[in-house]
């Protein structure tokens, strides 16, 4: 074996192995997860890597109110709810794929088009806590990168928030894109909406 071969070996066994042939894009459906999408487009169409949109609702982190008035409704009541909160984002998901939304939303002329790349996208909607979903489905869907956004707070970077927990734990590479100059918005799910449509619903 010549020099030049035993040389390029190593070489060629680490591109393989950090190939990108994944993305697990965690998104959380506010007015900035468009600019975060882009770059993830932009990973994508260079490894022409599949991409699987993830959107949290979390469980946990919403209003009392809110989990005062589920724990008084049937499962079958509960699970109806789920199951519209559920569509409306995944509709909400697909919405913001399209070339429409995208120049709306950012005003780029030369944005990046899913319709236009021909990547495999799939957009999945979880409930629970937002740290372990998206560490579990990068494992899940076997996702050789995670890439989400962060968002600056008053007195609060983003280093402290859900970006710092998710990349402390990860078993692969993640990427946070910095969104400087805005604030965290209430991700969709669980939309205030629902409580009047359901406040005479059947109780336990």
Request: net charge positive; hydrophobic share 35%; aromatic share 8%.
């Amino acid at each position: 074996m010549s020099q030049n071969n035993t040389n390029q070996m190593p070489q060629d066994t680490l591109t393989n192995k950090n190939h990108i042939k994944r993305i697990l894009y965690a998104t959380d459906l506010t007015k900035s997860a468009p600019k975060v999408y882009q770059y993830v487009l932009y990973l994508a169409k260079q490894f022409n890597a599949e991409i699987v949109c993830l959107h949290v609702i979390d469980t946990y982190s919403q209003n009392a109110n809110m989990t005062f008035a589920m724990s008084y409704l049937t499962k079958e009541v509960q699970q109806e709810i789920l199951l519209q909160e559920s569509n409306k984002s995944l509709k909400e998901m697909a919405h913001r794929h399209s070339q429409s939304f995208i120049r709306q939303q950012l005003g780029l002329g030369d944005g990046l088009y899913p319709e236009q790349l021909g990547l495999t996208i799939v957009d999945k909607v979880v409930y629970g806590n937002a740290e372990e979903q998206i560490l579990k489905h990068s494992v899940n869907s076997n996702c050789d990168l995670i890439v989400m956004g962060a968002h600056e707070k008053p007195l609060i970077t983003f280093t402290t928030t859900l970006s710092k927990r998710v990349m402390k734990r990860s078993k692969v590479p993640v990427t946070v894109v910095p969104i400087p100059g805005e604030r965290k918005e209430q991700s969709t799910g669980f939309l205030h909406s629902f409580l009047p449509q359901f406040s005479t619903a059947r109780c336990k």
